[in-house]
């Protein structure tokens, strides 16, 4: 097992550091802010009368400039070259709520302590209703290249049911402005099985997601978080849990709609109308590449070393401001660890998991799969079938049994 230690121990030596993979090397920027907080989330988010006057988006941006600063001292000292930057990803909380001004500012962090490549992929999430025509001009001319906007759903009742403030039709107007703007690369996000919602409204948030004319999709099924005002309201018997068949059943008329209008999937909640489109930061974490978290609760991970910053804003930049990595713990993986997570995430990309990355006491569990009709071998790769991916979760625990 991995061990953890203790905020003594990472103050002293924060955290030990190893060489990078030799692969793409990302940064994720981590915007803790929300005008208001939805129902499912369960994400490190903070409203303004969460953190009255402990926190504000000036004191985290100066923050995130000291701890991207000591990142890029600590990754100077490795044996290694630190490799140029080739993904950036802006995710929260509410990104766009920074403005655009604010999100160029962050990615002039970004570019004063690390190299970009030339042709880094830059990834910012946004809430539709605090974006504008203005807004995505100013980002395309800071330098990001790839949109992602929070769409959830076309049906007002369904949004309701979310807490999400956006109006039905902002999303897909949006996403027609940051097309204007220039913006090759836009995602939606949806999110089904949402009490409440019919065949008839997932219809409607597809028709208005293809006639948006974006080129990725990102579509996942609703959890439900322990500890969010939904899980409350399900356990009061206010709402029906989300029911599993339905679930199942909602992914396949998704990918069935997504696949008729040329979005291939490329993960099991991804589709994306070309190589190009799909997202080459997530594919990092999938890959199991090298990332640099920054900013309030994020993760990081470098040649086998994962560390997570403290949580709060407040006593983020209060540790930035001390001096090194905010980190309030570090593991370092064994080798059982890298395995499991190898076959966690490589199995959901439609590329499939090497076989020769398996240990030979899953060859039975391989031959059972394939049998079952939920795989197929490709290459020398498991590729899972259009039912595999609805039981993706139980294939690898076939797998690792």
């Known amino acids: 097992m991995s061990s953890a230690v203790s905020l003594s121990e990472i103050d002293a030596d924060a955290p030990v550091l190893r060489d990078f993979g030799g692969g793409p090397f990302g940064v994720y920027v981590h915007v803790p802010f929300c005008a208001t907080r939805c129902?499912?989330?369960?994400?490190?988010t903070y409203t303004a009368g969460e953190l009255g006057s402990s926190?504000?988006?000036q004191s985290w941006l100066a923050a995130l400039r000291g701890e991207l600063a000591a990142a890029a001292d600590r990754f100077a000292g490795l044996p290694s070259a630190t490799p140029e930057v080739s993904t950036v990803f802006v995710g929260g909380g509410t990104p766009s709520l920074l403005g655009g001004d604010g999100l160029a500012e962050v990615l002039d962090a970004v570019r004063s302590a690390f190299a970009l490549a030339p042709d880094?992929?830059?990834?910012?999430?946004?809430n539709p209703e605090s974006?504008?025509?203005?807004?995505?001009?100013?980002?395309?001319?800071?330098g990001y290249t790839r949109i992602s906007l929070g769409m959830q759903s076309a049906a007002r009742h369904v949004l309701a049911v979310l807490d999400r403030t956006h109006t039905p039709g902002r999303a897909v107007a949006a996403a027609r402005e940051a097309r204007a703007a220039g913006f090759e690369h836009v995602n939606l996000d949806l999110i089904y099985g949402t009490p409440g919602e019919r065949d008839a409204d997932l219809d409607a948030s597809l028709d208005a997601v293809l006639d948006a004319g974006v080129d990725h999709v990102s579509a996942y099924s609703l959890i439900v978080e322990d500890g969010t005002a939904l899980a409350r309201k399900v356990r009061r018997g206010e709402l029906p849990a989300p029911d599993d068949d339905v679930l199942a059943a909602r992914y396949?008329?998704?990918?069935?709609?997504?696949?008729?209008?040329?979005?291939?999937?490329?993960e099991v909640s991804n589709w994306a109308a070309n190589d190009s489109a799909r997202c080459r930061h997530n594919l990092g974490y999938w890959d199991g590449g090298d990332?640099?978290?920054?900013?309030p609760g994020a993760h990081s991970h470098l040649g086998g070393v994962r560390?997570?910053?403290?949580?709060?804003?407040?006593r983020y930049a209060e540790r930035v401001a001390r001096g090194g990595l905010p980190a309030a713990g570090w593991e370092s993986l064994t080798d059982d660890e890298r395995y499991l997570e190898r076959i966690m995430l490589t199995v959901r990309l439609r590329t499939g998991l090497p076989l020769a990355d398996l240990a030979?006491?899953?060859?039975?569990?391989?031959?059972?799969?394939?049998a079952d009709g939920l795989a197929i071998r490709s290459a020398d790769h498991l590729v899972l079938t259009d039912r595999g991916r609805l039981l993706a979760d139980g294939i690898v625990r076939d797998l690792l049994a």
Request: charged share 20%; glycine share 6%.
């Open 252 to 266: 396949e008329r998704i990918d069935t709609r997504l696949t008729a209008a040329g979005l291939t999937w490329y």
């Open 360 to 370: 030979p006491s899953a060859a039975p569990a391989v031959d059972r799969i394939i």
């Open 55 to 57: 926190a504000s988006p």
């Open 131 to 142: 974006t504008s025509p203005e807004f995505f001009d100013r980002l395309r001319a800071a």
């Open 291 to 295: 990332w640099l978290g920054a900013g």
């Open 39 to 44: 129902g499912y989330c369960d994400f490190n």
């Open 307 to 314: 560390w997570w910053n403290v949580k709060h804003p407040a």
């Open 120 to 126: 880094a992929e830059v990834t910012t999430e946004s």
